[in-house]
């Protein structure tokens, strides 16, 4: 398929179109869908995050009830009124395994350990977290909570006092922070949540996940190498996954050693994106698909009538009108074959016209009347008018059967017109053997009279090789003599409306046919007037005579075309010559002069008509002179 | 009140009235103030004699704490080494009034009424009172070793008359007292009959108790 072809140019305009459409709206929806993705994601771990503090509250709310249940515990105060360590620490782990917590421990007010179930030896010595001891007697209710670090786990504490009923002591109850911590608050959550401890900027260690083991170590080291706040969502690619994170602190204590980091999976977020872009990605593709198919259905229903229509075309340019464009469709393109079968119909008629007149008229006179508008008048114009004829062609006639004739005619017609037609002239008219020629119309060259002599030495040229095959085939041998006048006519068209004939009219024209007819008298091939002579280049002429043509009160003189310029010899130009000398003197009627250069010229030529004319008439005039008045002329009484 | 309670309470006003009629005796009026110079209510003020005196133990002394509307009445009260003190429950519920101070260990499990027996309180110190299933319920008792003694009112008042002539030092107890009392130590001089004016400024300490429970409305649901 070449590009340039309106069929790709279709496809690339609707195609481009379509993708260019189509993956614009693609990229948008997922520019927003991405970033609404975060968004949402943004929004769902700021509200996390409040869930999150919600329910550290609750749980310190929980343990603080369980706390509180113990410090009013009757029999827990009378286990302290012993005084006894080991009843102490006894009663005190029966209260650590009711409340499912992980530890506990009891603090006098002076701040020395009293009991601990982590450490069931330890007691008498200070309290190693005296920071929390400080807290709980600054607080409104006697009761604090926090998250510290003991033997280097940390527990979720809660401190109350110990009411009998007065303080006496501090309670203090611990909760682990594990795994199952983190689970807890992911169920509620729906989150990530991983606890760890360290500050930003330090190095941070993971206390427990919700996170797939590997995942936990790069979130520490992820965490430990960006920078980020406190409460604000950050990006971290953990793994080649995107988590959008929330740093939260676990506790809100000063410095927030203890961090809670909530994480959303962007991937997970996107889901449904992802099969929204799915989604567009087959209406995208089906969508290319379609408009590939119904481009090139469409294109084609341009494409294949315009291809069947230059084919034809191409045959038309070819001369070829017999195919018929069959193209049934209702739109332009059907009007378009219509109007083109027309087109070729009326071709075929004007070319059949073309041809049929090509053969009445000459060619270029068909054209000349296909190409104008054809209407009767004509125009005046110098033609050079040629008229040829056989002698004897009635005697001819009568020798031979028609049909014979008619070939023989034929022959030498077709063959004589072909001369006319080469040499730029155009043939008017065949009046039975006779041919009219002409040349200045309906084309015109600067040369119409030496285009004329040539066709008329041309004519006895081919008539000489026709008439060897004419003796070949017993065919009678022919002779012509042809006439040439160069005149100003009146060319055009003549007749009547509804039949008319391209020919030309005026005296040159009966003139050409009347130095026709004198071709015989003077034994000449070709007569041509003096108009045609003084347009003629290239050629030696003998003046024959200046003789009164019949029905013609001027006088004329006659020439004839002997032979190009630079093709006879000496001898001959000498006799030429001689001939118009011997003239000279006839007119001048230095008769004995004259007539002893005829008889020498006709001592060397004998078979040349022209000098026994002369010779007879100087003898006429001889024995009666023409007088003074006399100019030479000869008139000729019979057509 | 009842007519026992009556007849305790005038017991108790013929045996603080008993002292009265010693000669050569002062009046000793107190003031105590917290360090915010406000007034004390509560606070026990007591005078003992510098020069080793016998301890006159209180022989058939009696005292009583009431328990009334799930409170002890009074919060403070100081008695004399030796004083029976009477817990009368005035609710129609039961109460279970325990100590666990070294000045007297005792528990009277739930009951209802006065019981049979008081509780003498035979060692000076304070015990401080609960009740084990009233966890706000608090009360204490001074144990004093000198028959001088008395609680200031809401106006951190209190007027020790009868005082006789010696040097005596007056010392404050209070629940909230920071620190003990001798640090408030005032040591003063009875000469003959008058009054002497004493002013005490106290630091007081927080002091977190349970919080009670809200009132149930008897006979709901």
Partial sequence: MQFHSFQTRLLVFVLGLLVLVQSSVFFAVNKANIN????????????????????????????????????????????????????????????????????????????????????????????????????????????????????????????????????????????????????????????HVSIVSGRPGDSLSLVASTLANNLQTTLSNTLSAVSWEINKSIPLRMDSADYVSLVTPLWNDKDNSIIAVLQRS?????????????????????????????????????????????????????????????????????????????????????????????????????????????????????????????????????????????????????????????????????????LMALFGAPLNHDDDATRAVNTAMGMHKTLGGLNVDFEQQGLPKLNIGIGINTSVVVVGNMGSNTRLNYTVIGDGVNLASRLEGLTKKYGVGVIVSESTKADTAGFLFRELDRVYVKGKTEAHTIFEPVAKEGELGHADLEALDRYHEALKQYREQNWDLARKHFLALQAKSPGDKIYQIYLGRIEKFIKAPPGSEWDGTFTHNEK | MSKLQKWFLVIFVLGSSWISPLVNSATLVVSVVDD???????????????????????????????????????????????????????DNIRHHVYSFSPAKKFEIPLYAGTPADPIVFDKPGVAVLGCNIHDWMSAYVFVSKTPYFLVTDADGRATIKNLPSGDYDVQVWHPKLKGSGKATNQRISVGKDGSISLSFVVKLKRLWSPRRAPAMSVGGY
């Fill in chain 1, 36 to 191: 609404n993705a975060r968004v949402q994601i943004d929004e769902a771990l700021e509200i996390t995050a409040g869930v999150f503090k919600k329910s550290i509250n609750d749980r310190t709310q929980r343990l603080l009830e369980k706390a509180r249940l113990l410090s009013g515990d009757f029999a827990f105060k009378q286990a302290y009124a012993t005084s006894e360590h080991g009843t102490i620490l006894s009663a005190l782990e029966n209260h650590r395994i009711r409340i499912g917590s992980d530890w506990m421990m009891l603090i006098s007010l002076t701040n020395n350990v009293i009991a601990d179930t982590l450490h069931p030896d330890l007691h008498g010595v200070t309290f190693s977290l005296p920071e929390l001891i400080k807290n709980v007697m600054e607080s409104e209710y006697g009761e604090t909570s926090s998250i510290e670090f003991v033997d280097g786990i940390p527990y979720q504490m809660v401190v109350v006092p110990l009411f009998t009923p007065d303080p006496s002591a501090w309670i203090i109850i611990g909760f682990v922070i594990d795994a199952t911590f983190a689970a807890e608050l992911q169920e509620l959550t729906k989150s």
């Fill in chain 1, 266 to 434: 962007l991937d997970e977020a996107m889901q449904p994106y992802m099969r929204l872009q799915v989604i567009l990605i087959v209406i995208f593709v089906s969508g290319l698909a379609l408009s590939l198919v119904g481009g090139v259905l469409i294109a084609r229903t341009v494409t294949r009538p315009v291809q069947i229509l230059a084919r034809h075309a191409h045959k038309i340019e070819e001369g070829d009108y017999t195919h018929y464009v069959a193209i049934k469709q209702k739109d332009e393109l059907g009007e378009l074959a219509e109007s083109f079968n027309y087109m070729v119909k009326g071709l075929a008629e004007r070319d059949r016209v073309r041809n049929l007149l090509g053969k009445v008229v000459s060619p270029a006179i068909a054209e000349e009347l296909l190409s104008k508008e054809i209407k009767l008048g004509g125009e005046e114009r110098e033609v050079t008018i040629l008229f040829s004829d056989i002698r004897n062609f009635t005697t001819l006639s009568e020798r031979q059967s028609p049909q014979r004739l008619l070939t023989l005619l034929n022959t030498y017609l077709t063959k004589i017109g072909e001369v006319v037609e080469a040499n730029g002239g155009v043939v008017d008219k065949y009046i039975g053997d006779a």
């Fill in chain 2, 36 to 90: 915010n110079d406000k007034k004390v209510r509560d606070a026990v003020v007591y005078a003992e004699a510098v020069k080793s005196e016998q301890v006159v133990d209180a022989e058939n002394k009696k005292s009583i704490i009431d328990q009334r509307d799930k409170e002890f009445i009074e919060y403070v009260t100081p008695v004399r080494l030796g004083t029976a003190v009477y817990f009368p429950n005035n």
